[in-house]
């Protein structure tokens, strides 16, 4: 099974930036692509960002558009989300996801993906 650890996580204050890293062991020919999910409290979780592993096609939802970049490292099997310009309201628990399947459309839901991991508080102060 895909095991997945984020790190990089904290607090920052507003306008600052946060690099996220996602370290995926035992990646297998079944992970085709890796997503970023993010959970602010009283919110149900919501889509940041997706890469897939084999054309790196990259899709991201609208409010991180021009501040966010997802990135991935195949040597190292690793996942990159840098965060820039960030702002309040992008205070969340960050999740990193693994797909069995490539990501095809900029509408992305958690349920394409398997494998989560255990999540990283990135806190923005006004």
């Known amino acids: 099974q895909v095991q997945l650890g984020e790190s990089g996580g904290g607090l920052v204050q507003a306008g600052g930036s946060l690099r996220l890293s996602c370290a995926v062991s035992r990646r297998t020919v079944s992970t085709y692509a890796m997503g970023w999910f993010r959970q602010a409290p009283g919110n149900e979780r919501e889509f940041v960002a997706a890469?897939?592993?084999?054309?790196?096609?990259?899709y991201y939802t609208d409010s991180v558009k021009g501040r966010f970049t997802i990135s991935r490292d195949n040597a190292k099997n690793t996942v990159y989300l840098q965060m820039n310009s960030l702002k309040p309201e992008d205070t969340a628990v960050y999740y990193c996801?693994?797909?069995?399947?490539?990501?095809?459309?900029?509408?992305?839901?958690?349920?394409?993906?398997?494998?989560w991991g255990q999540g990283t508080q990135v806190t923005v102060s006004s």
């Open positions: 890469i897939n592993w084999r054309n790196g096609n990259i």
């Open positions: 996801a693994a797909s069995p399947t490539e990501i095809t459309s900029s509408r992305v839901a958690g349920y394409q993906f398997r494998s």
